[in-house]
């Protein structure tokens, strides 16, 4: 059971807006503690997108954003494509568990 | 560029143990400030992290897991290896190595492990 809950699903059309909400606690997310956000399509390995809450590495779209708050974190996908159909997962580390790096449960985006 | 390969059997027995490898290539397991983990997904959940391991050879495991898992590190072969003991079906999984420096920055391509007799 993961300490960091994300909605099962969100879906929009192309070219619209979509957000992905990453709620954890105060011994995660809200310590402080950094939020990473990874793409993970069937049959690949997952690639990450956003890095330290708000930052894309080199090739990541711009059309992908993140950002913290509080205990919660947002991954947001601006001008929606067939290609960003895809299971996303938040990542953060929990200093209750033992110092355990945590995933959050997964959101699948649809692309209708 | 660092590319990480998972290794091992694709199916082991409950109450055996999962053994699984991962080789570097592309650079040194013991350069820059990284360690390195192994994350599992089962066939229609989410990611699960397992472990992590420093080249100091100082580890942590998942709660969950602890008291089945070992990582180990081999530097001299640029290898990080998993063991995970008394598997049962439950264990089923694609199990992936990577890199990680705060966030993954490298992932193996991932290995299916199944446990069935």
């Known amino acids: 059971q993961s300490v960091l809950t994300q909605p099962p699903s969100v879906s929009g059309a192309p070219g619209q807006r979509v957000t992905i909400s990453c709620t954890g606690s105060s011994s995660n997310i809200g310590a402080g503690y950094d939020v990473h956000w990874y793409q993970h399509l069937p049959g690949t390995a997952p690639k990450l997108l956003i890095y330290g809450n708000s930052n894309r590495p080199s090739g990541v779209p711009d059309r992908f954003s993140g950002s913290r708050s509080g205990t919660s974190a947002s991954l947001a996908i601006t001008g929606l494509q067939a290609e960003d159909e895809a299971d996303y997962y938040c990542q953060s580390y929990d200093s209750s568990l033992s110092g355990s790096d945590v995933f959050g449960t997964g959101t699948k985006v649809t692309v209708l | 560029q660092v590319q990480l390969q998972e290794s091992g059997p694709g199916l082991v027995k409950p109450s055996q143990t999962l053994s699984l490898t991962c080789t570097v290539s592309g650079g040194s397991i013991s350069s820059g400030s990284y360690y390195w983990s192994w994350i599992r997904q089962p066939a229609g959940k989410g990611l699960e992290w397992i472990g992590r391991?420093?080249?100091?050879?100082?580890?942590n495991y998942n709660p969950s897991l602890k008291s089945r898992v070992t990582i180990s590190v081999d530097t001299s072969k640029n290898q990080f290896s998993l063991k995970l003991t008394s598997v049962t079906a439950a264990d089923t999984a694609v199990y992936y190595c990577?890199?990680?420096?705060?966030?993954?920055?490298?992932w193996g391509q991932g290995t299916l492990v199944t446990v069935s007799s």
């Open positions: 391991i420093y080249t100091s050879g100082s580890a």
């Open positions: 990577a890199r990680v420096g705060g966030w993954a920055v490298n």
